[in-house]
């Protein structure tokens, strides 16, 4: 495993990234397909074995069980708190990234995860409704505090990162390190103005769905996996591109098939030429992250990375929301217990 730094921080994580979303107690609320607790501490292990000290959460994943799953596993796992770097994030709860709500969900994060201090908290989303002074304070707040060591921002419009960075700068708070951005071959939409603004900030890039819910991962459009058949959210963002995606994910496997590896590891190595500090792999199998790994001594030539980009087509934006369809957005993944 390589490792790099997190932001300018200090922090220190592995080039791959453990997602969370995986965790958790399955429930048609939230996600059907995800694995329980004792299949978690599994993945926790070997991923941790194989070098990876990186894990993302979200409050929000699977009614908070994710954060339990994982608090619980790298407690009886004896894997020491300073060897670890746990990451979870904000807004799908009410009063979104209110001063109140920030104070409030932090604290719950933690006692999931067993800990007394995030080393990465994240904004899930913008949030229309709060004024980014509130918002960017109170995280401030927490990073005085103790509770968190640095903060990051996940899937937003350009402007929007742009405008929070330069609060926090006018104010002398506590800029995001980070950006967990919807980012992979098959979407690239960021690279227009998102992007370029963190490299401006010295940000890092974690992105979610870095291979785009498995698509990249084999041929087909669609497996028997239970993801596959039950995941809307995947279909909702993948779907209305088939066409153009499936032309980008022949040439995944096309190149695979030339370099005797995985479709995953092309697909991640990809990634990790894009100046990508730990793409977040959401595995359900251990295959998963031996791919995943591998994926980061893999190099890509100029021609190689050329020929997997060539045919991208612009594409709608997934992710970033605007005021108009931020409300149906939040409804739709906040879990009310």
Request: hydrophobic share 35%; net charge neutral.
């Amino acid at each position: 495993m390589k490792y790099t730094e997190l932001g300018n921080t200090g922090i220190k994580i592995s080039r791959i990234c453990v997602g969370g979303m995986s965790f958790g107690a399955a429930s048609d609320k939230f996600q059907p397909w995800t694995l329980d607790e004792k299949e978690s501490q599994k993945m926790i292990r070997h991923a941790y074995d194989l070098g990876v000290n990186f894990i993302d959460t979200a409050n929000c994943y699977s009614f908070g069980t994710s954060e339990e799953y994982i608090g619980r596993s790298v407690k009886a796992l004896g894997i020491p708190r300073e060897k670890i770097v746990l990451a979870s994030k904000v807004y799908f709860n009410d009063g979104k990234l209110s001063k109140k709500a920030i104070l409030r969900e932090i604290d719950g994060t933690l006692s999931r995860l067993g800990t007394d201090y995030l080393d990465l908290y994240q904004i899930h989303r913008f949030d229309f409704s709060t004024p980014i002074d509130e918002t960017m304070e109170a995280l401030d707040s927490l990073v005085r505090a103790g509770k968190v060591r640095a903060i990051g921002a996940s899937a937003m419009y350009g402007y929007q990162f742009h405008n929070m960075q330069i609060v926090a700068e006018k104010n002398g708070w506590t800029k995001f390190s980070t950006m967990q951005n919807h980012y992979n071959l098959l979407y690239r939409e960021d690279e227009r103005e998102l992007i370029p603004i963190c490299a401006q900030y010295g940000v890092s890039l974690i992105p979610y769905s870095s291979l785009a819910g498995g698509h990249l991962a084999h041929k087909d459009w669609e497996t028997k996996s239970k993801r596959s058949q039950t995941d809307k959210a995947l279909h909702d963002k993948y779907d209305g591109e088939k066409e153009n995606n499936m032309e980008i994910i022949a040439r995944v496997a096309d190149l695979a098939e030339k370099r005797g590896v995985t479709m995953t590891e092309i697909a991640l190595a990809w990634h990790l030429t894009r100046r990508v500090a730990s793409p977040i792999v959401g595995a359900t199998s251990e295959k998963h992250f031996d791919d995943a790994v591998r994926a980061v001594d893999l190099t890509l030539t100029a021609e190689e990375i050329a020929f997997l980009e060539s045919s991208y087509k612009p594409h709608r934006i997934v992710g970033a929301l605007n005021e108009e369809n931020a409300k149906a957005n939040f409804d739709k993944w906040t879990v009310k217990k």
